[in-house]
Structures are given as structure tokens and as C-alpha cells.
């Protein structure tokens, strides 16, 4: 289970810098392993590749910054890591499926993609006898 501590460390370390431009260099040398073995194990565990795991954050974040604040567009988009406030607009609503007007005046819903919390449970280990009841009277 040491692999799950490892992961969720290295997913705190991306939150702790969602906002910062980070490679996937520096997040798998933070887990301890090869960029190639951290984008695939990451992408088995999470269901979604490393790059797309930061982008829905940001995204999602974004979405909050747009509703609870009144900062300027470009000023949300930079933070994420948008050069243009037209890079921003497109990923925006590609992943929403909302505009930034309608999700500002609350007339859309985002989307919210919450960190990733890896929880293992493990159930069975036993074994179990296979008994056939032959001739099982119908219910009726």
C-alpha cells in the first residue's frame, strides 16, 4: 500500500501547485519515479492522463474563481496557465459546455472536477463452498 501513499503525496503536490506551470518531470521526480512509469500508472489509477487531470482542475477551479469573484477573464485565464483569454474561452467551454457570461451571471452550472482521493477496500479472501440445489420450485 506504500505505492497509494506515494500517490496521494504526489497529487497533493500537484494541488499545491495547480496554479504554477509544472512539468510532469518535476511531479514524477516528487513520486519518486520515471515520467514514463508516473504518466502510466497515474493514467490506470485516476482514469485520465496527467495532463488532463490538471487541466479539469484548473478548469474547475477556474469556474469557481469566475462565480465568487470579479476578476477580469484574462486575469482568471493567466492565473490557470491560459496565455489568451481566447485559449481560455475554448477550453472553458469545451469542458463545461457552458460560456464564461452564462456561467458568471449563474445561468449555467460548471462542471466540478475534485481532487483525486485514492481509497482502497478490499473485501473476500475466503473461500466459499459452490453447493447446486438441483429442482428449485418456481416462486410464484
Not at 490557470?80 to 463545461?96: L, N, Q, V
Not at 479472501?125 to 420450485?137: E, T, W
Request: proline share 3%; with cysteine.
Amino acid at each position: 500500500m506504500y505505492w497509494v501513499k506515494e500517490m496521494q503525496n504526489t497529487i497533493a503536490f500537484i494541488e499545491g501547485r495547480i496554479t504554477e506551470d509544472i512539468s510532469i518531470e518535476e511531479i514524477s521526480c516528487s513520486a519518486n519515479t520515471s515520467s514514463a512509469n508516473f504518466k502510466r500508472i497515474f493514467s490506470i489509477v485516476a482514469g485520465v492522463t496527467v495532463g488532463d487531470y490538471i487541466r479539469y482542475r484548473r478548469l474547475s477551479l477556474a469556474a469557481k474563481d469566475l462565480i465568487e469573484t470579479n476578476y477580469k477573464i484574462i486575469d482568471i485565464a493567466i492565473k490557470y496557465g491560459y496565455e489568451t483569454a481566447e485559449s481560455f474561452t475554448k477550453a472553458f467551454t469545451r469542458f463545461h459546455n457552458a460560456t464564461l457570461s452564462a456561467v458568471r451571471r449563474k445561468k449555467s452550472t460548471p462542471k466540478t472536477f475534485e481532487p483525486l482521493l485514492i481509497n482502497i477496500d478490499i473485501r473476500g479472501g475466503f473461500v466459499m463452498r459452490r453447493k447446486l440445489i438441483p429442482n428449485i420450485p418456481e416462486l410464484q
